[in-house]
């Protein structure tokens, strides 16, 4: 007899000894081994069935939170680029130097210029308001009068010159929806140039579900705009508290949420996400109906139901035809159903009969395939989703490029002009040639981060030692006047975005140019003590303002910064949080300032690397 003779001989004797451990009634009975066998494949696919479901669900439900989500995000920034566009141009056309000449006909040109060339929306107003006795001095309407009260007028106020004033929407003398932009005018002290701009058109919603409106709210729970109903600055939920969306938005953070306040004043169930929108104290909440948002997963979660039940019912028909050879061919489909279950549905399910069983093999494999094409159309929809992000990403890079070439071109064109104009006039434009390099130096900052986010940016294990060596070489070439120290170890591995090198930089740039002294002196050192790095920024300078330093270390919020160290400062704060990390700022005696940064060091350290401590003074 051969090995695989005696191999299966002897499976068949055990599987004798097996059935003998049976009740005597299942053993004399081939129907009941039958339904014994047709239960535990029932229970089978069953459990199959409803693991599949479970995951099927739970990837639709997360490809709804996200699209949710990422429409917020979207109409937020769509408010962010409004808002930032409005606000440049005032400030803008309150420098200019021709209000200094207090021409009336000159202004009224001028204003009416600003509005068709430059915001080119003939909706929106500008005036020259003497703030003093609201009078209209000149206007793009060509018109003078005694400005009407306004709702802002108690709550207008300045800090500097730079500051523009930002009102919230109300309705105007004419009956119109507006909201204004209020910048002083640096040449004639106690007057102001008032911009008017429609608000209809914030009022729009991305309509990517069907029934779906949205609200933006401040910080206090009023709504600012609705697009589902005309915004009478009333709170957004009657409940004594802010609603969860609002209380979460305002510290910067995005969501989702299934249950929330608002559903107890509306008509039907919604689900909400939400996203701030920067620079300001406004939530934009995405309000889109359950039904609508989870209609493809009920869809889908239907069709499993009706496939399972589908293939449970083949099941039982199957029992009722069963003949010769049924046990062995059940065995070898639970077989298979288990290897579907442990998540392989690329197992064949095949079979050469023609009866009712090879019918329910048939069903369970177009189950199978089925359930395969309902999870890869679920993942399509997701990356569909990721690609929208990304297009969107991509959409705000470009608007950046724009504003930054465009800027570029400005001054160009102003350093053209005061080569042709007289010292007072070239006087205005240098200072409008400040204004640009200010702006253009905080649109570089921010882009760094943009692109951070953009890409995906995660901390990871970083050689920063070697970064700030090469960094400080560098920065050494560039101002020779200034002393450049390193000390400590040359190559030290930290958990960190791949961009900390920047913020380093930035920290270095900024010590440099706002020192006071003849020869600026910078000490950097990188440390390591048990598992964190710490580098130190170490100058002789005056040190960092008590008001920055409020604001980048979260002390005061984030869109008070006025100027492009300021925002530099707080984009090395972002950096360093994002890499997991913490930042100190203190006084170094007898002056300067002394910043600390303290990361984490990866868990293994790789080897053959320079971590001996070194020091050197590049100039």
């Excluded at 699209?67 to 056309?93: S, Y």
């Excluded at 934009?284 to 609508?292: F, R, W």
């Excluded at 950046?400 to 104009?421: D, M, Q, S």
Aim: hydrophobic letters at 40%; charged letters at 25%; glycine letters at 6%.
């Amino acid at each position: 007899m051969s090995n695989a003779g005696g191999a299966e001989q002897g499976e068949q004797l055990r599987g004798i000894r097996r059935l003998r451990r049976l009740p005597a009634a299942v053993r004399s009975s081939y129907l009941l081994k039958v339904a014994l066998a047709l239960v535990l494949i029932l229970s089978l696919v069953a459990v199959l069935g409803t693991g599949i479901f479970v995951q099927t669900s739970e990837t639709l439900d997360a490809n709804v939170e996200e699209t949710v989500v990422n429409l917020a995000t979207l109409e937020a920034r769509e408010h962010t680029r409004w808002i930032d566009g409005n606000e440049r141009a005032t400030r803008l056309a309150s420098a200019n130097g021709i209000f200094a000449r207090d021409n009336a006909t000159e202004l009224d040109t001028y204003l009416e210029s600003v509005r068709d060339e430059r915001l080119q929306d003939p909706s929106y107003e500008i005036h020259y308001v003497d703030f003093r006795n609201r009078t209209v001095l000149a206007s793009s309407e060509n018109s003078t009068a005694q400005l009407p009260e306004q709702p802002w007028h108690p709550r207008l106020q300045f800090n500097t010159l730079d500051d523009v004033f930002i009102s919230a929407p109300y309705t105007d003398a004419t009956g119109r929806d507006v909201m204004a932009f209020i910048s002083p005018v640096n040449e004639v002290p106690g007057r102001l140039l008032v911009l008017l701009t429609p608000v209809d058109e914030r009022k729009e919603a991305t309509q990517a579900f069907k029934n779906s409106f949205t609200t933006v709210v401040d910080s206090s729970g009023i709504v600012i705009f609705a697009s589902n109903e005309k915004p009478d600055l009333g709170p957004y939920v009657s409940a004594p508290s802010r609603s969860t969306a609002v209380r979460r938005g305002v510290t910067g953070e995005r969501g989702f949420l299934e249950e929330h306040q608002k559903n107890a004043e509306l008509d039907q169930r919604f689900v909400v996400g939400y996203a701030p929108v920067e620079g300001t104290d406004w939530t934009v909440i995405k309000h889109v109906p359950a039904e609508d948002a989870y209609q493809i997963q009920t869809t889908v979660e239907w069709g499993l139901l009706i496939l399972l039940g589908g293939a449970l019912l083949g099941l039982l028909v199957f029992g009722l035809t069963i003949g010769r050879g049924t046990v062995q061919s059940v065995r070898t489909l639970s077989a298979k159903a288990a290897t579907i279950e442990a998540g392989d549905y690329d197992v064949e399910l095949e079979s050469d009969r023609s009866d009712e069983l090879g019918t329910l093999y048939k069903s369970i494999d177009g189950m199978r395939i089925e359930l395969v094409s309902q999870i890869e159309e679920a993942k399509a929809a997701r990356r569909k989703v990721e690609q929208t992000n990304e297009h969107l990403q991509l959409v705000d890079r470009l608007l950046r490029h724009n504003i930054y070439n465009r800027l570029t071109v400005a001054k160009l064109n102003a350093e053209r002009a005061g080569e042709l104009c007289s010292d007072d006039v070239k006087k205005e434009i240098q200072t409008l040639e400040r204004t640009i390099d200010d702006i253009i130096e905080k649109v570089n900052k921010q882009r760094l981060i943009t692109v951070a986010l953009a890409q995906n940016m995660t901390p990871q294990p970083t050689d920063v030692g070697t970064d700030i060596v090469s960094l400080c070489r560098r920065v050494a070439t560039e101002h020779p006047s200034a002393e450049i120290t390193f000390k400590g170890l040359q190559s030290a591995e930290a958990v960190a975005l791949p961009i900390f090198v920047e913020a380093v930089d930035e920290l270095v740039d900024n010590a440099i140019r706002h020192n006071d002294t003849e020869n600026p002196r910078i000490v950097v050192r990188v440390e390591v003590e048990n598992e964190k790095v710490e580098v130190y920024v170490e100058d002789n300078g005056p040190g960092i303002p008590e008001r920055e330093r409020a604001l980048i270390m979260g002390e005061k919020n984030a869109d008070q910064l006025q100027h492009s160290s300021g925002v530099g400062l707080w984009m090395v704060r972002w950096v360093v949080g994002e890499s997991g990390g913490h930042m100190t700022i203190n006084k170094r005696v007898p002056h300067g300032s002394v910043v600390c940064i303290t990361l984490h060091r990866p868990d293994t350290t790789a080897e053959g690397r320079d971590t001996r401590p070194s020091s050197m003074t590049v100039r």
